[in-house]
């Protein structure tokens, strides 16, 4: 029993490995000489991210999708109260938990399953999507989203509490570009991840939101240069330099933002891309 409980184990963690760390990948070189413990509970937690994701990406039926989210939740219950799990990702977060003596990260109350439970909260803000009226909306959804997991690795990492406030806003910027990134996808369903006050701002209607030709040039522009600011801001208060893991991270998420910078209009028509060489390019530099 106990050979096939390290077999399931063994198993779960190279599942969350393959989704994780796909080769050439931002998450994949961010991780790549951290401690082996270290680089087991990230794979978790980013497999995790990506599951929660393609629910409300790829579940085009509601009632599928809610139901998907209510059995995670439920599974989530269930890894709290008995510190057991069914599904490969849990059960890689629960034998990371065990292996660093850390199951006070599974105790319900504690602010490592409260991220994890803001992550869920932020897929159904996706599925029952009405838009985002202010600026402070649409910061309180990228909190949830990439915020919250952002402070997962921080807390993974062991980085000081009094950094995790900072490294959270790093990470709801950080999906903030990959939402404009997106922003051509997003357009023809009406999921438009822009704040109404910066629509009306260039004048663009409630009901034009989902027309490309509608969205002008210059208010892709003032996005993505609100984006560089607030990262500019943030990382000048911060207190010395990023850990490596997430300074690899912000040079990726840098590099794609100056691409958009360039040229805005773009954004309608494509998505812009960074090569996997350029991934390996910039983690290089940003290693030192």
């Known amino acids: 029993m106990a050979e096939q409980n390290q077999e399931s ?103 490592f399953v409260d991220g994890i439970e803001q992550r869920l909260g932020a897929t ?40 995790l406030t900072a490294l959270r806003e790093l990470g709801g910027l950080h999906h903030r570009i990959h939402s404009l990134q997106c922003l051509g996808r997003y357009l023809p369903s009406g999921q438009i991840y822009l704040p109404a006050s910066l629509l009306a701002r260039f004048n663009v209607a409630a009901e034009q939101s989902h027309q490309p030709e509608a969205i002008p040039e210059a208010l892709l522009a003032s996005e993505c240069d609100h984006i560089q600011s607030e990262i500019t801001k943030l990382l000048q208060d911060y207190p010395g330099r990023l850990p490596r893991f997430f300074r690899i991270l912000q040079a990726i998420n840098q590099a794609l933002l100056n691409e958009m910078q360039k040229n805005p209009a773009a954004l309608l028509e494509t998505r812009p891309e960074l090569t996997p060489f350029q991934h390996w390019w910039l983690a290089w530099r940003a290693s030192f």
Request: one cysteine or more; charged letters at 25%; proline letters at 4%.
């Open 124 to 163: 159904q803000l996706e599925m029952e999507y009405q838009g985002f009226d202010r600026e402070a909306d649409l910061r309180a959804y990228l909190r949830a989203r990439g915020g919250s997991m952002y402070q997962l690795y921080a807390q993974s990492l062991d980085i000081p509490v009094q950094r």
């Open 9 to 111: 184990t063994a198993q779960a963690h190279q599942e969350c490995e393959q989704r994780a760390r796909p080769v050439g990948s931002p998450f994949r070189y961010a991780t790549l000489k951290l401690p082996l413990a270290q680089q087991q509970l990230l794979n978790a937690l980013r497999a995790l991210d990506l599951e929660l994701a393609a629910i409300s990406a790829r579940i085009a039926e509601p009632q599928v999708a809610f139901a998907k989210l209510d059995w995670w939740r439920a599974s989530l219950k269930q890894l709290t109260e008995t510190h057991r799990a069914e599904h490969p990702i849990l059960q890689a977060l629960l034998d990371c938990a065990q292996k660093s003596q850390r199951l006070d990260w599974l105790d319900g109350q504690s602010g």
